[in-house]
């Protein structure tokens, strides 16, 4: 990556209309949901915190986190950052820090708690979050899948079920009927690789199965879904811009040696690009969820690890400049939905963040189309399966009072919102 380092000093500012901010998902932040993963935190609580240690004993602040991850009630969401009643607090931050986006979601379940019985009290709350942002010069990027399912969904087979696409499709039209005015981004899927993934062929996440033959449906009636609900938003909302956010993977080949080729070829078109082929004729554009590198040499996972997150994910920035000309075959407008760390002492992010958008900087001035960055998150939040104790947010949150604390690195990444450029 010596190419791109040598390049820093010469990037320019970032594109005009640049989109910044940050993100967050209702589950993680909202606090107060009743749907499949919260039933299913409060029959794991108990088994997630004794098998804490042999997760996460290797990480390099196991000491820190040791008591909070061996704590049952870590992995109970509960009221997790009381976003659905503090947005609007949590909205004037942003604001304050120069955003000028905000992905958030849409929780189905608050929507449609009964099959086909629509809250029009919870439709209004979500087109107050979308005027509150508008009302603040930003951007509302709004997803309307981030992978909890109502309950009666989930008691009818949830993605499995063949009624799975007609139930979403008519949840879709509902929402963007209510709230399209204001609208112009919508995230119809979050990740719908991992989801399937972790649901149904690693058995970890609700509804915790193994089957190979449940993971390939569940993921044909996700790129189905999508398709459908592109097709239904056009129709009601025609100058939309429409697409998903895709968790992608920089698979570096070391050595070059035809083995690690050949595995990086077949890693690259099973995880990165399978999915996005499915829909490439119906999206407008790319949202980019990017989180890992992994070095192949005769085998996966073979990083360096020079540095590393509170959850042990390695910290390579490199992989950014990769993955962005890996989506570069697609010919879409791409907005980078989701890239972060965890990191509760604050000692990385502020390097992350500038080295990250080093990456995206060099690859806008190779020809990538990259329109916007939305680190993840805006606040700390409810780390799914983890609970409480990674720390991802720009914002400090004490999940005891509520109080919001915004991190130094914070400051830093306003700094190169406000010039639009990166600094030497």
Request: proline share 4%.
């Amino acid at each position: 990556m010596s190419d791109i380092q040598d390049h820093r000093k010469n990037l320019g500012g970032f594109p005009d209309g640049f989109l910044w901010g940050a993100g967050t998902a209702s589950h993680q932040v909202e606090g107060g949901l009743t749907n499949d993963w919260s039933e299913w935190e409060k029959q794991n609580g108990e088994r997630l915190a004794n098998e804490a240690e042999k997760k996460f004993a290797h990480t390099p602040h196991w000491g820190d986190i040791k008591k909070q991850a061996q704590d049952p009630s870590n992995y109970i969401s509960g009221r997790a950052c009381d976003f659905y009643h503090r947005y609007e607090e949590d909205f004037d931050i942003a604001k304050s820090l120069g955003h000028t986006a905000h992905r958030f979601s849409i929780a189905w379940e608050r929507i449609e708690p009964e099959e086909g019985k629509f809250d029009e009290k919870e439709i209004e709350h979500y087109r107050q979050v979308i005027k509150a942002l508008r009302a603040r010069g930003m951007e509302p990027f709004v997803t309307l899948w981030h992978w909890p399912l109502p309950l009666w969904l989930r008691d009818k087979g949830g993605w499995h079920s063949q009624k799975a696409v007609g139930y979403f499709t008519r949840y879709v039209k509902t929402m963007v009927s209510a709230l399209g005015g204001d609208v112009h981004f919508w995230i119809t899927l979050n990740e719908p690789e991992i989801y399937p993934m972790n649901g149904y062929l690693r058995g970890v996440w609700p509804p915790q199965e193994k089957s190979f033959f449940h993971f390939l449906s569940v993921t044909r009636n996700l790129a189905n879904a999508h398709r459908h609900a592109y097709r239904a938003i056009k129709k009601l909302q025609p100058d939309a811009q429409i697409g998903i956010a895709k968790h992608n993977v920089y698979f570096e080949a070391a050595g070059g040696k035809l083995v690690n080729r050949i595995l990086k070829r077949c890693a690259d078109w099973v995880w990165n690009f399978y999915f996005l082929n499915q829909i490439c004729d119906v999206q407008d554009f790319i949202g980019l969820n990017h989180y890992f590198h992994n070095r192949i040499d005769y085998g996966f996972n073979k990083n360096e690890n020079k540095r590393t997150s509170d959850m042990g994910w390695e910290l390579y920035p490199e992989a950014m400049y990769h993955v962005l000309q890996n989506l570069k075959r697609y010919n879409k407008p791409i907005y980078i939905t989701e890239n972060g760390l965890a990191d509760a002492a604050d000692a990385h992010r502020e390097w992350f963040i500038k080295e990250s958008l080093t990456n995206v900087a060099q690859a806008i001035q190779d020809g990538v189309d990259v329109r916007g960055y939305l680190h993840w998150g805006l606040t700390d939040f409810f780390e799914w399966d983890k609970g409480f104790w990674p720390r991802f947010g720009l914002v400090e949150v004490d999940y005891k009072t509520m109080e919001r604390k915004i991190r130094p690195s914070a400051w830093k990444y306003t700094e190169i919102i406000k010039s639009n450029a990166l600094h030497e």
